[in-house]
């Protein structure tokens, strides 16, 4: 973008607009990208007021560009012998308040822009952490549906071979994300370590907890996503013991929120994939869901057929029709439409926590937040994942392990300082309760005033 072109005194509104137009157009095909940034950017206008630094020509320009695009080929052969091409992304994106930082996403759905989209919250989402992380993205269009372990671990091994290049603890720190758990995690860094003949635990987040991996990362977001839930109950008075929830999804994420929520004393009765959802009128059983998910790695129909008269198991159905008092969105972008936030909100839901990315569309918040209805952005809901992340780093560094007990306090502490900075900078601008405007612009102080600081880079 011809920055040094942008000198004249344009009203910061203006300019935005037009530089909303220039990134589509330099951008294109990548709505979930446009999507994210034209989210951030329509809660930016209060800051500018108050901060005009931020508005001068630059600082959103260089924000939303990233800083570096990586995208490679993925040969790899399947057990018969066939040879398959993939595609490799990383995005490292900004780097203003630490490595890069940000999950891997092995899903057929992966491109440039949904990696983008994915880096773009990254950046926001780690700084209100507060924990010195940037802000990066990866993936590959790799299905791992239906493969072996064999083919799995061949074609991690030929991610890495070109990532490893790329990355480093003290420049790009990758973890998980869909389709990439911990046996995946496993693959990549064993090929990491191999290549390199280095034993680097702080490159990469989300090991085995005997191998440098920390206590309570698998659990982390979905427990920090409850958490966030719990706090912005408790500003209005309310508290989750005791209430209905649905929660979308059956992966890592959704386990580890209904995990946390029935240990808080709430019943989630939902969990989907992406063929339909369940429905069970005795509260999830986690141990069977965990058993088809993780273990079976089945379809989200087993947990019906296995568990009897109480659940109910719909094709093709949205979580949004079941009535509850919280929702949990866990599973992809775009998930929870205008329609799902309204069936949510007839049947009078006090809260909406995003465990996934971006899984509301931007009529659907609309729609919770004119209803008065709690809503937790995923950038501030969901940080919890990468907050402990960073606590894993720090973990590797000291060449140490912290005790669960530990982990899982700084996970509280660093939620509550989360909800409450996101809450009070909405209240600071203006927008009291507006948990989206607070955490957008909390999160971008904190980037803009380390890349102003550091000049132009
Ligand atoms: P998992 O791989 O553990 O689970 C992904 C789940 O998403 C699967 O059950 C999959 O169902 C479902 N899914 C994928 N695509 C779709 C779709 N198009 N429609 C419906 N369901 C779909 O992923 P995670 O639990 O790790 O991630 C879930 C969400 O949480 C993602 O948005 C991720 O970015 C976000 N997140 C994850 C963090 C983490 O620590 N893992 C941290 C912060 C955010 P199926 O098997 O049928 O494809």
Redesign the pocket.
Known sequence: MPVKDQRAPHAPKDRLASLRAELERRNPAQPEFHQAVREVLATLDPVFAVRPEFAEPGVVERLVEPERQIIFRVPWQDDEGTVHVNRGYRVEFNSALGPYKG?L???P?VNIGVVKF?GFEQIF?NALTGLGIGGGKGGSDFDP?GRSDAEVMRFCQSFMTELQRHIGEHTDVP???????GREIGYLFGQYRRITNRWEAGVFT?KGRGWGGSAI??Q???YGSVLFAAEMLARKGAALDGQTAVV????????YTIEKLQQLGANPITA????GYVVDEKGIDLDLLKQV?EVERA??SEYAAYRGSSARYVAGGRVWDVAADVAFP????N?LDAEGALALVRNGVKAVSE?????TTPEAVHILQEAGVAFGP?KAA?????AV?ALEMSQNAARTAWTAERVEDELGAIMRAIHDVAYETAERYGAPGDYVTGANIAGFERVADAMLAQGLI
């Open positions: 999950g996403r092995f899903h759905s994915l989402k549906h973890a998980g994300d869909i389709g990439v758990g989300g990362r698998p982390a977001t979905g979308s999804d059956s992966g890592n994420v959704a386990i989907s994939d992406s063929t998910k379809r989200i866990s599973a992809t972008q998930e465990g996934a990315n971006m899984p995923g969901n940080a919890g994942g990468v992340s």
